[in-house]
């Protein structure tokens, strides 16, 4: 496997966010984290990709244990990480956002650093004109997809990515879904987090569904797609039995089923 | 007018000081958000070096590399030993940290070269008259050299990838960590920049403002002034804020008062940070070196 | 941390102002003894001890208290010097006398000085006083009034009844009681209303604004008062030296105010007068030390000593001598001082159980009264809409949500109602109070507060502290009143015993002696709120007040919240606790994309399938889907 998660904990300060994760991702799938806003998700990915320190548990990297490492270390390791907002470098070109992606293999063969930079050009042919473009200037859909060949330029094994859809128009959350499950057939593994429950499913291969700070089901995208647990995980309730008290809910149910 | 031409073309000699000086916290402050109290020391530090190399039998160029590489390694240990080991950096931290080198080096000058200022001896002595403007060639080279540092720091954040690591260090620290670049790497090498630019600021300006182990405090407010004008993130806005100080201070001292040279930079520091917080020259808060 | 408050973290307030009594004392006989002691250079070395001590303790203030760096506070000694001088001897003024003209000319420099440059923050105020030290220098240096560069002479030692204190050690008794005085006041002001909220501030500005503290204000009140400091020690320093010069403004001697400070330790009073004397001492040791190693050394070669001294209690000990000393007393007194409050109460005990309204108050606009009106509010942040121009009346005595997904723009919207950012277009009426754009602290005067998604509490200080902060406004003891004392001490018992009393009503009784931070999360959520409450707000906004808690303690807030609803207060709730919010709603605004795409009961709200779509996201092949999330903002079924 190529990104094996046991027991990881995490949080800030004295806070503990994340209690305990397991998440396993590799043979080029497409694994999905999906729960509603303070889940966790995205707690889970900076510890994963050693943003924060992680206050418990186990990172295995391509076999490598790498837990405690430093994202500059995992970064040379093979992970990548699209983080939260894209954060693209602003003021520097589209070009440049992608030359520095291409930082952990600067002492590597330019050969190979343009053939990086070609594939990812080619998944987001829209990046192509703007090349020069101050990447600042650019909409949020082309941030996003800037930010994702960015991840890509550095050649990993894992690629994961926190909220690739947030604030995009429904069109171009599809382009981007399509580019990930390219990337998947590519044999890329990928780790996306995401708030869009559908459009996670209608890509991904396994769905760890998570709330406050755990992992409450997971399981094949296609059997958990019309499990009316999840959508009871998005609008409150029903998974961790400790609702705040009040009437049932005969809508979210149905809102399950449409 | 030869009275305006005058002051103005001594403005922009002694601006282009203030703005290698500015660089130097521009480049520091970006990357690590330190605004670096010893920036001044650096000049001082550079002058004294190289003219005590000078006093020493070496010629001008040897002097200048001399000083230029020992200001380096002060910056450098400099970042290493107070910056480094801290782990949360506070505004009020940073300020007594970078205080306490400033003063520790101030104290180590006038112990190593005694009280008194003295001058670098100029590269080509003398000057000319040109329209009944005197220009001393000394100043045309503090315009050129100044020129061409800017220059070349421009081209290094602008074209290679060290420099634009840098850039990315200071727009996105998350997203740069993310791609790999160290942000502890990234901070000493602004801190080498800084020490060279500051370094060639306090071996130009030498021969005509003379060097003691004083002068970095003003020079360092100044360059702060003129960094703080063009908005403190960007190269190009030091470059011109540097100008804009010296030429507004030769224009004050020669209109007005010489006595009120020095107080004119602060007058200008107030109102444009509560007027203008993002400098004169600055369009958003944005990163842009 | 050096940026801590200086109040202590002790168990009560009652018990640190017995220490401050012994620690006055011991300190009073110290002094009283020294001259007697120490040969005489020493006793002069003390008397600058003294004086500069005066000018560090103000300092002390400023950055403890208030968190900002002077680096010029050189300048104000000098304005109280040279005022003094001049009073002195060209006007023939008593000393004493001088002395109230200089302070007060000092002030008022001060004042116009500051209101400028505290809307300068961190390194930009830090540089900016600096410039103001060099421009005092440059301009006593060209004032021929002032004597230019050689200064004014002759300014004769004080006389009082006849006796001319001209000896050191005279002098230096002389001092003694003008600098416990000093020290007292400066005391008091920390244990004050004013110095809690300053802490406050130094641990959360933005959430000290929302409880009412006008945080510019107080700022600037503690500037002058920290330059009234400096400007007692100038006119001390001129009778004692007999002369007064443009160097008194030097930047070397702000430096030097500064690591008395630091050295002495942000964290308490005591440390400025200690610092005083540890570098007043090294300075003189230097001094003597130097030329002797280093042949030849000549002026001020003592500032090696100054910058290695900044530079490694900055990086090792950044609490200075005080760190030292609680450390000290910690070890020795075991750990019982570490864990001094009472155990931790078991979960779910938190609130006593009955279900009446709760916290009403007289005088409270009626149930269904509109009280926040927000109209047209839009935020554009560079090219995109956040907010888009949203429409939302709140009434009294109802419970309004405001939910929508992540990114969706609620707490923009709601950091644009509270005053903490200010909207590109739009209104926002608080009881009749127009607050947009206008600070929070305005918000609160209006009668309405709020809590914070990440918490803000403040967390250098105990629960009790917390929520004594949040009484601010309900109490109006100021500067002069609290550095007096005596009018100050009845105010602050109301107010402690007013707190105590919520904090028993919300169950957090047990606590209240206890750091906040010291607190489990959810209790720490819990202070918020009894922060926010203890304002007597007629609107609370409570940003993600679910997020993190455990079932029994969201069960515990919504009992909470339905209480004070029944108490007449208005609530608006940014939640994504959906099921939470539904239940306890009365009215429901849902955002997406910064619109709000539906208003209305939790019944409406559940049912819109706009609502829908944009909780659970588009299916990308969905075309139906789609089209419902491209139309837009719903009409409600």
């Not at chain 1, 709330?211 to 797609?225: F, I, N, S």
């Not at chain 2, 290493?80 to 520790?104: D, E």
């Not at chain 2, 003295?118 to 050299?145: C, D």
């Not at chain 3, 103001?132 to 004014?152: D, Y």
Request: proline residues 5%.
């Amino acid at each position: 496997m190529s990104l094996e998660v046991r027991g990881l904990a995490a949080g800030y300060g004295r806070l503990e966010v994340l209690h305990g994760v397991d998440l396993t991702a590799g043979d080029g799938r497409l694994v999905a984290v999906i729960g509603a806003n303070g889940a966790g998700k995205t707690t889970l990915l900076r510890a994963l990709s050693g943003l924060i320190p992680a206050s418990g548990g186990t990172v295995t990297l391509a076999g490598a244990d790498v837990t405690g490492s430093g994202p500059e270390r995992l970064a040379r390791a093979g992970l990548a990480h699209v983080p939260e907002n894209r954060l693209v470098f602003p003021s520097l070109t589209v070009e440049d956002n992608l030359v520095l992606g291409a930082y952990t293999r600067r002492r590597g063969p330019a050969a190979e650093r343009r053939e990086a930079r070609d594939r990812a050009l080619a998944l987001f042919p829209r990046l192509q004109p703007r090349l020069q473009q101050v990447a600042g200037t650019m909409s949020g859909g082309e941030q996003q997809m800037l930010a994702i060949a960015r991840g890509l330029m550095a050649q990993p094994t894992v690629l994961v990515l926190d909220e690739p859809s947030v604030g995009l128009a429904p069109r171009l959350v599809g382009e981007i879904f399509t580019a990930l499950g390219k990337l998947r057939d590519d044999g890329l593994t990928l780790v996306a987090v995401e708030q869009n429950a559908r459009a996670a499913f209608a890509v991904a291969d396994h769905v760890y569904v998570m709330d406050r700070g755990a992992v409450v089901l997971e399981g094949d995208a296609a059997t958990l797609a019309s499990d009316p647990r999840v959508t009871a995980a998005f609008l409150g309730g029903g998974l961790s039995g400790d609702t705040p008290d009040g009437p049932p809910t005969p809508g979210t149910a149905e809102a399950g089923q449409r | 007018m030869v009275d305006l031409l005058q002051l103005v073309f001594a403005g922009l000699s002694q601006g282009a000081v203030y703005a290698l000086v500015a660089i130097g916290f521009v480049a520091i402050f970006t990357v690590s958000g330190v605004i670096n109290l010893a920036q001044g020391e650096f000049a001082a530090l550079g002058g004294l070096v190289a003219i005590s190399a000078v006093g020493s039998g070496l010629p001008l160029l040897a002097a200048v590399v001399v000083a230029v590489a020992t200001v380096a390694v002060v910056a450098v240990l400099m970042e290493r030993l107070t910056i480094a080991p801290v782990k949360r950096m506070t505004t009020l931290v940073s300020l007594i940290l970078t205080l306490g080198v400033s003063t520790g080096l101030k104290a180590l000058m006038l112990l190593v070269y005694g009280p008194d200022a003295e001058g670098l001896t100029p590269i080509n002595p003398g000057g000319f008259t040109v329209g009944g403007v005197s220009i001393r060639y000394q100043e045309l080279w503090i315009l050129a050299v100044a020129a061409v540092v800017s220059a070349a720091v421009y081209w290094f954040y602008e074209r290679t990838l060290a420099g634009k690591a840098l850039r990315a260090c200071a727009e996105q620290p998350v997203a740069a960590r993310l791609v790999g670049i160290s942000l502890g790497r990234a901070s000493l090498t602004a801190f080498l920049i800084a020490g060279c630019v500051g370094a060639i600021a306090g071996v130009m300006a030498s021969p005509i403002y003379f060097t003691s182990w004083e002068s970095g405090l003003t020079l360092g407010l100044k360059g702060f002034v003129a960094a703080t004008l063009g908005g403190l993130v960007s190269v190009r806005g030091a470059v011109l804020g540097g100008l804009l100080l010296g030429v507004l201070e030769n224009l004050t001292a020669g209109y007005v008062s010489t006595g009120l040279r020095d107080a004119v930079a602060f007058l200008l520091l107030i109102v444009v940070l509560v007027a203008r917080p993002s400098g004169v020259f600055g369009r958003s808060a944005e990163a842009r070196v | 941390m050096a940026r801590r408050a200086l109040r202590l973290p002790g168990p009560s307030a009652r018990r640190s102002r017995r220490g401050d009594v012994i620690g006055i004392s011991v300190l009073a006989v110290l002094l009283a003894v020294f001259p007697f002691v120490a040969p005489g250079s020493l006793t002069n070395v003390g008397v600058y001890a003294l004086i500069y001590s005066l000018a560090a303790l103000g300092l002390s203030l400023l950055m403890g208290l208030a968190g900002q760096v002077s680096l010029g506070h050189a300048g104000f000694f000098a304005i109280g010097a040279y005022t003094q001088a001049v009073l002195v001897t060209e006007y023939e003024v008593g000393g004493l006398l001088a002395s109230v003209a200089a302070v007060a000319v000092t002030m008022a420099v001060a004042l116009a000085v500051g209101l400028p440059l505290l809307r300068l923050r961190g390194h930009y105020l830090a540089l900016a006083t600096l410039g103001f030290g060099i421009i005092v220098t440059v301009l006593a240096a060209e004032s021929t009034f002032l004597g230019a560069t050689s200064g004014i002479f002759g300014i004769p030692k004080p006389e009082f009844n006849g006796r001319v204190y001209n000896s050191t050690t005279e002098y230096f008794l002389l001092l003694v009681p003008v600098v416990l005085l000093a020290l007292l006041l400066a005391r008091n002001v920390v244990e004050s209303r004013i110095g809690r909220a300053l802490g406050a501030v130094n641990d959360s500005e933005v959430a000290a604004e929302t409880l009412g503290v006008d945080t510019f204000r107080l700022r600037l009140q503690v500037f002058v008062l920290s330059a009234a400091y400096a400007s007692v020690a100038g006119t001390a320093f001129a009778h004692w030296l007999g002369v007064v010069n443009p160097n008194a403004a030097n930047f070397p001697l702000s430096v030097s105010f500064l690591l008395m400070a630091v050295l002495g330790g942000l964290g308490t009073v005591y440390g400025a007068v200690i610092g005083a004397f540890a570098v007043e001492g090294l300075d003189d040791g230097l001094r003597r030390l130097i030329p002797e190693l280093v042949p030849g050394a000549v002026g001020e070669v003592q500032l090696i000593g100054f910058g290695i001294l900044l530079t490694t209690i900055m990086i090792f000990l950044p609490g200075g001598l005080y760190q030292l000393w609680t450390t000290a007393r910690r070890r020795l007194s075991g750990s019982d001082l570490e864990d001094g409050g009472a155990p931790l109460p078991a979960e779910g005990a938190a609130l006593p159980p009955d279900e009446g309204p709760l916290l009403a108050r007289e005088g409270r606009p009626a149930a269904g009264t509109p009280l926040l009106e927000v109209s047209g509010l839009t935020k554009r942040f560079g090219g995109v809409t956040a907010v888009d121009d949203l429409d939302l009346t709140v009434h009294a005595g109802e419970i309004v949500a405001l939910i929508g997904p992540n990114g969706a723009g609620k707490t923009t919207a709601f950091n644009m109602i509270s005053g903490a950012v200010a909207p590109t277009a739009g209104t926002v009426t608080m009881a009749g109070t127009r607050v947009e754009g206008r600070k929070p602290h305005v918000f609160a005067r209006a009668g309405a507060t709020r809590t914070f998604q990440n918490l803000q509490i403040f967390g250098s200080s105990t629960v009790l502290g917390n929520v004594m902060v949040g009484r601010h406004l309900r109490s109006r003891t100021g500067l002069i009143g609290a550095a007096l004392v005596v009018p100050a001490r009845r105010e602050e018992r109301a107010v402690e015993a007013s707190a105590r009393e919520l904090l028993d009503l919300l169950g957090l009784g047990a606590d209240a002696d206890r750091l906040a931070v010291d607190l489990p999360f959810g209790r720490q959520r819990l202070v918020e709120i009894a922060r926010a409450l203890a304002l007597q707000p007629d609107l609370l906004l409570l940003d993600e007040p679910m997020a993190g808690l455990s079932g029994a303690e969201r069960r515990d807030l919504a009992r909470l919240l339905r209480r004070l609803r029944a108490g007449g207060m208005a609530i608006v709730l940014v939640e994504h606790d959906v099921e939470a919010v539904l239940a306890l709603a009365d009215r429901v605004a849902v955002l997406e994309d910064g619109v709000r795409i539906a208003l209305g009961t939790p019944e409406q709200v559940r049912h819109d399938p706009a609502v829908v779509a944009a909780y659970l996201g588009v299916e990308p092949e969905d075309s139906a889907a789609v089209a419902v999330a491209e139309t837009g903002p719903g009409e409600l079924p």
